[in-house]
C-alpha cells in the first residue's frame, strides 16, 4: 500500500492558506497576514493579545502613567486659561479692559465682567444692587477664579509659571495625579482666600494652583533624591513678592502652597502596596478639611 503524500499546512485562521510558518508561542500554523513580529520568530494575533495583557503597563516612581511626558495636561491648562482670558476680553464690550485687565492699555489690574463673575468674593452688593459672592450659593467661584486673571501680563505670569513647572510634575507625576494637584491646590488657595479675606476683596488668577506646584516641585525632588537647591531660591521670592506687592491675595499664595505641599506629600510618600487608594483617599480627606472651611466661612458671613 502507498504512502499518502503529507498535508500541506493550511493558516489556522485562513484554512484555504498553505503556510509553513508557525506561532513561536503556541505553535499553529499563520500566514503572512496574522504573523506578528516578536522578538523571537512571528507569532499569531491572540498570543500577541495574550501577551499584552500579561504585562503591566509602565509607570511612574509615583504611579502615574508615562503618558505625562507628552506634557498634555499642562498644554490643556494652558490653553484654557487663554482661552478665559480671551472671553474676559471679549465680555468687556468696549470698555477699558482691551488686553483684560486696566493701565498699560489693559495689561495690569483691573476687571471685566466675566472676572466680577467668576473671582473668588465672599459676599459682597455689587453696582447693580445685588448681592454676590460664595456665601450667597456661588460656590463655583472657587473653582472658576483659578482660571481667571486681571490683565494678560497676569497671564503671563502665570502660565510660564505653569509651563516650567507643569511639564516637570506631569512627567514625574503621571497625568491624572498631576491634574488633581493643579486642581485641588487652586482650590484649597481659593477656599483659603474666602476664608481669611475680606468679604468684598475679589481675587482671581491661576497663582494658587502654581503656588502648590512650587511647593509640590519641592516635594517631589526631595523624595526622588534630587538637589532643590535651585527650587527653594525661587519659592522664597515668590514668597517675598507675594508679601511685598500691594494687591496679592496672600491667603489664597499660602493657602495654594500649603495645599499643593500636603498633596504632594500624600502623592509622594504613599506605600507602594494599595498606592493608588492611599492617594486617592488623602486626597479626599484634603478636600473634605477644604469644603469645611468654606461652611465654616459661610456660616460666618450669614
Same mark, same amino acid.
Given at each position: 500500500?502507498?504512502?499518502?503524500?503529507?498535508?500541506?499546512?493550511?493558516?489556522?485562521?485562513?484554512?484555504?492558506?498553505?503556510?509553513?510558518?508557525?506561532?513561536?508561542?503556541?505553535?499553529?500554523?499563520?500566514?503572512?497576514?496574522?504573523?506578528?513580529?516578536?522578538?523571537?520568530?512571528?507569532?499569531?494575533?491572540?498570543?500577541?493579545?495574550?501577551?499584552?495583557?500579561?504585562?503591566?503597563?509602565?509607570?511612574?516612581?509615583?504611579?502615574?502613567?508615562?503618558?505625562?511626558?507628552?506634557?498634555?495636561?499642562?498644554?490643556?491648562?494652558?490653553?484654557?486659561?487663554?482661552?478665559?482670558?480671551?472671553?474676559?476680553?471679549?465680555?468687556?464690550?468696549?470698555?477699558?479692559?482691551?488686553?483684560? /485687565?486696566?493701565?498699560?492699555? $489693559?495689561?495690569? @489690574? #483691573?476687571?471685566?465682567?466675566?472676572?466680577?463673575?467668576?473671582? !473668588?468674593?465672599? +459676599? %459682597?452688593?455689587?453696582?447693580?444692587?445685588?448681592?454676590?459672592?460664595?456665601?450667597?450659593?456661588?460656590?463655583?467661584?472657587?473653582?472658576?477664579?483659578?482660571?481667571?486673571?486681571?490683565?494678560?501680563?497676569?497671564?503671563?505670569?502665570?502660565?510660564?509659571?505653569?509651563?516650567?513647572?507643569?511639564?516637570?510634575?506631569?512627567?514625574?507625576?503621571?497625568?491624572?495625579?498631576?491634574?488633581?494637584?493643579?486642581?485641588?491646590?487652586?482650590?484649597?488657595?481659593?477656599?483659603?482666600?474666602?476664608?481669611?479675606?475680606?468679604?468684598?476683596?475679589?481675587?482671581?488668577?491661576?497663582?494658587?494652583?502654581?503656588?502648590?506646584?512650587?511647593?509640590?516641585?519641592?516635594?517631589?525632588?526631595?523624595?526622588?533624591?534630587?538637589?532643590?537647591?535651585?527650587?527653594?531660591?525661587?519659592?522664597?521670592?515668590?514668597?517675598?513678592?507675594?508679601?511685598?506687592?500691594? /494687591?496679592?491675595?496672600?491667603? $489664597?499664595?499660602? @493657602? #495654594?502652597?500649603?495645599?499643593?505641599?500636603?498633596?504632594?506629600? !500624600?502623592?509622594? +510618600? %504613599?506605600?507602594?502596596?494599595?498606592?493608588?487608594?492611599?492617594?486617592?483617599?488623602?486626597?479626599?480627606?484634603?478636600?473634605?478639611?477644604?469644603?469645611?472651611?468654606?461652611?465654616?466661612?459661610?456660616?460666618?458671613?450669614?
Amino acid at each position: 500500500m502507498s504512502e499518502s503524500p503529507p498535508t500541506t499546512p493550511v493558516c489556522y485562521r485562513h484554512p484555504g492558506r498553505e503556510t509553513y510558518v508557525r506561532c513561536t508561542r503556541c505553535d499553529r500554523p499563520i500566514c503572512p497576514e496574522c504573523m506578528r513580529d516578536a522578538s523571537v520568530g512571528h507569532q499569531c494575533p491572540e498570543c500577541v493579545n495574550e501577551g499584552r495583557r500579561s504585562v503591566r503597563p509602565a509607570r511612574t516612581a509615583f504611579g502615574g502613567g508615562v503618558a505625562g511626558r507628552h506634557g498634555y495636561v499642562t498644554k490643556t491648562l494652558l490653553g484654557l486659561n487663554l482661552l478665559m482670558m480671551l472671553l474676559s476680553i471679549a465680555s468687556d464690550r468696549g470698555g477699558d479692559s482691551a488686553a483684560g /485687565g486696566a493701565g498699560f492699555g $489693559g495689561l495690569m @489690574g #483691573g476687571s471685566t465682567p466675566l472676572t466680577q463673575w467668576g473671582a !473668588v468674593i465672599g +459676599y %459682597a452688593v455689587f453696582p447693580d444692587g445685588a448681592l454676590h459672592g460664595v456665601a450667597d450659593g456661588e460656590w463655583y467661584r472657587l473653582v472658576t477664579a483659578m482660571f481667571l486673571h486681571y490683565g494678560v501680563l497676569h497671564l503671563l505670569l502665570n502660565m510660564w509659571a505653569l509651563w516650567v513647572l507643569g511639564r516637570s510634575l506631569e512627567a514625574a507625576l503621571g497625568p491624572l495625579r498631576f491634574l488633581a494637584l493643579y486642581l485641588i491646590a487652586g482650590f484649597g488657595g481659593n477656599v483659603a482666600a474666602y476664608f481669611f479675606s475680606a468679604s468684598n476683596v475679589a481675587t482671581a488668577g491661576a497663582s494658587t494652583a502654581i503656588f502648590g506646584l512650587f511647593a509640590a516641585l519641592f516635594v517631589i525632588m526631595r523624595r526622588l533624591g534630587r538637589d532643590t537647591s535651585a527650587v527653594l531660591p525661587i519659592l522664597v521670592i515668590n514668597l517675598v513678592f507675594t508679601f511685598a506687592v500691594p /494687591g496679592i491675595s496672600i491667603a $489664597g499664595h499660602l @493657602g #495654594g502652597m500649603v495645599t499643593g505641599a500636603l498633596l504632594a506629600l !500624600v502623592l509622594a +510618600y %504613599a506605600p507602594r502596596t494599595r498606592r493608588s487608594i492611599f492617594q486617592f483617599a488623602g486626597a479626599a480627606v484634603i478636600l473634605v478639611v477644604l469644603l469645611g472651611m468654606a461652611l465654616l466661612r459661610t456660616a460666618a458671613l450669614l
